[in-house]
């Protein structure tokens, strides 16, 4: 059964730094193009980067120059470097991957970043 739990997610000040992780089980993780979403209260949820098994990595235009994401086959884990947060940055972090036309999901982390 495919697991996804992410955690890093916290409260920090605009300027400052984050780095999401999500660890992965069930699945062979170093084939599968990885995912981090997020959705602020209201909003849509939004694609916010993708790193596929060739570590090539795409990301949305609101977050370019200021988040990496990464992967550690050894590991099982995928993360997102969160550099220079704003404000607009707030929201619920998922990450997300897709299996034989099924996708997965974590629970999510909260990301809240202060003015």
């Known amino acids: 059964q495919v697991q996804l739990v992410e955690s890093g997610g916290g409260l920090v000040q605009a300027g400052g730094s984050l780095r999401l992780a999500c660890a992965a089980s069930?699945?062979?993780?170093?084939?599968?193009?990885m995912r981090w979403y997020r959705q602020a209260p209201g909003k849509q949820r939004e694609l916010v980067a993708l790193?596929?098994?060739?570590?090539?990595?795409n990301y949305a235009d609101s977050v370019k120059g200021r988040f990496t994401i990464s992967r550690d086959n050894a590991k099982n884990t995928v993360y997102l470097q969160m550099n220079s947060l704003k404000p607009e940055d707030t929201a619920v972090y998922y990450c997300?991957?897709?299996?034989?036309?099924?996708?997965?999901w974590g629970q999510g982390t909260q990301v809240t970043v202060s003015s």
């Open positions: 069930g699945m062979i993780f170093s084939i599968n193009t």
């Open positions: 790193i596929s098994s060739a570590t090539s990595t």
């Open positions: 997300q991957t897709r299996l034989r036309g099924d996708d997965y």
